[in-house]
C-alpha cells in the first residue's frame, strides 16, 4: 500500500478538467448571451468554417466530442439555417457539413469574439509562458492518445 495520500485538489487530471470547465463555463455564457449558441455549437461552426465540408465523424475526432453531442448540435445549426448537409461523394453513409452563408456571417462574428476573449483570460501571462504552456498541453494529448490506442 502506498504512502501517498490522493488530494483532489493537486491530482493533475482533476486540476486540468476543473481549469478547462472553468474555461469553457465562461465562454458558453458569452456565446449564449451574444450569438445564442452552445460550447458544441460553436465548437461545430469553427472546426466547420476550417474546411470545405467535414462529417460529424471527422468533427468528432477533431473536437473530442461524442457523436450524441456532435449529431445533437449538428441537428441544431442545420434547424437554425447555419449548417447545411451536402452529399459526401466519397463516402454515400455519411453527409459533409458545411456553413450556410449566414453561418459564415456568424463565425466572422463569433470569432474575433473568441480571441477577445482568449485574450482576456490569458493576457496576463507573459506569451512565452502561454506558448510553453499550449506546447506542454499537444505533448500531454500525444501521451494520452498513445495510452488510449495501447488499451486497445
Known sequence: MTDAALTLDDFLPFRLSFTSNLVSDRIARAYQALFGLTIPEWRLVAVIAESDGITQQA??????MDKVTVSRAAIALVERCLVERMPNAGDRRSHLLRLTPAGQALYEQVAPKALELERRIFG????????AFVTMLREIDTVAQAAEDSDL
Open 124 to 131: 496576463g501571462f507573459d506569451a512565452g509562458r502561454v506558448a
Open 59 to 64: 468533427i468528432g475526432v477533431k473536437t473530442r
